[in-house]
């Protein structure tokens, strides 16, 4: 018990002293995190609110109940036409409840190609998702580096899929739904909206909703919602009862109870001035760090971002993503590697960097911090050889770190 305790000490200390940059992680708040911690673990509660397979569940009922009354809340969605169920352990497991739920093995979906921003649950070959169904893929445009709408139109007309999959892992620009929903009404297809990356920014009016123009929207809560490490669906109310057979008995049995109790504490932190007010500031600091990077010599891919993320491509420096980001690790920035769009490297060592600022944000940084941050970035990666600078900057790091104390 103490080499894990002590195991713990030394991870939440570095999450202290570190720069989390990695555009997926957040801080939760400690009074939701109790709540992921708390003696809710203990319960089975099979099923779903008012039809449970086990006794002693009364007060779960109603802590589910508020949790999905919640997630409705947060977006301003009416029960009457939405459905929300809370019980998804991952984002994986939520788009995979969603391809069973309303397709069958085999069928056609069109998502984003994960070398070009999707995420791999939408389609790639080496996921279940590209193994249980014939997903084809859309892309960027190679000159802009932007969604193509008109490209994504002729691909769906094509290809006649019966689900298109908008949303992406690595992708800096604004996605428009109302485009995608126009593209699947005339394919006949329903739209799935992926918006892991950016519920968060949608919830606070900082990014266009996939509502009410998807008929079946996903998400994390962990990364720009700054929740627990979990997931929720929200659909269509005719599509409620396969969607929730999907989950359970389809894909699991006993939900986390704990998790969920934290995810309508989280849902709950969400609908706060405060939240908003970080969600905007995410914004903000994310079109600072990328001027700052751009300004000293760094390109970003698509020309900058529109929301909590941006992509380097690293190509100009020499250097692959992944020597980057430890180098980067080694001064206490911690970003990871990624492919950048028609990237000539493999995905192992790819030539693209991400980086994000919903962390730092949760911790209270702004534009001020940004330039300095983007300062010592550049520094880095255009002296990858040099130990001393990245001593040094780990250094300041520290220092700037205990200004904004998080846990």
């Known amino acids: 018990m103490n080499k894990i305790k002590k195991l713990v000490a030394q991870e939440v200390r570095r999450q202290r002293e570190g720069l989390v940059m990695i555009a997926s992680e957040n801080y939760c708040p400690q009074e939701i995190l109790d709540l992921v911690g708390s003696p809710l673990s203990n319960k089975y509660s099979e099923g779903y609110p008012g039809k449970r397979y086990y006794s002693g569940n009364q007060f779960i009922d109603e802590i589910e109940f508020l949790a999905c009354t919640e997630a409705l809340k947060m977006f301003g969605l009416s029960d009457k036409k939405w459905h929300a169920n809370v019980q998804p352990h991952s984002g994986s497991s939520a788009n995979l409840a969603v391809y069973l739920g309303l397709l069958k093995p085999g069928d056609k979906i069109l998502g984003m190609d994960l070398s070009q921003g999707g995420h791999l649950t939408h389609g790639s ?40 999959v908008c949303g992406a892992t690595a992708y800096s620009r604004e996605i428009s739904f109302a485009k995608f929903s126009a593209i699947a009404k005339k394919c006949n297809a329903l739209l799935l909206a992926d918006i892991a990356h950016i519920a968060g920014l949608v919830v606070a009016d900082e990014h266009p909703s996939p509502f009410p123009y998807a008929d079946v929207v996903t998400s994390t809560t962990h990364k720009t919602l700054g929740g627990p490490r979990s997931a929720f669906i929200i659909c269509k109310n005719e599509l409620a009862k396969e969607i929730d057979k999907a989950i359970f008995p389809g894909l699991q049995g006993g939900p986390l ?42 390109r970003t891919v698509s020309g900058g971002t529109d929301n909590h993320l941006l ?45 994000g600022t919903a962390a730092l944000s949760t911790r209270g940084m702004k534009e001020k911090e940004m330039k300095l941050i983007g300062l010592w970035i550049a520094e880095i990666l255009k002296k990858p050889k040099d130990t001393k600078l990245r001593t040094r900057i780990k250094q300041e790091v520290i220092d700037l770190t205990k200004k904004f104390p998080i846990y």
């Not at 590209?130 to 769906?156: M, P, Q, R, S």
């Open 257 to 298: 109870e704990n998790m969920i109790a934290a995810k309508a504490a989280c849902f709950m932190e969400a609908q706060t001035p405060r939240f908003k007010k970080i969600q905007q500031q995410t914004i903000l600091n994310a079109v600072s760090l990328a001027e700052t990077l751009s300004k000293n010599g760094l």
């Open 125 to 164: 070959p080496v996921n279940f998702s590209g193994k249980l169904f014939n997903f084809v893929h859309y892309g960027v445009d190679k000159k802009t580096e932007k969604l193509d709408y008109k490209e994504i139109e002729k691909i769906a007309l094509k290809e006649k899929p019966k689900m298109i």
């Open 311 to 355: 992509l380097l491509d690293l190509r100009n420096l020499e250097i692959n993503g992944r020597d980057a980001a430890n180098i980067l690790a080694e001064a206490g920035i911690y970003t990871n590697a990624n492919t950048i769009p028609f990237d000539p490297a493999t995905p192992f060592k790819p030539s693209g960097l991400r980086v």
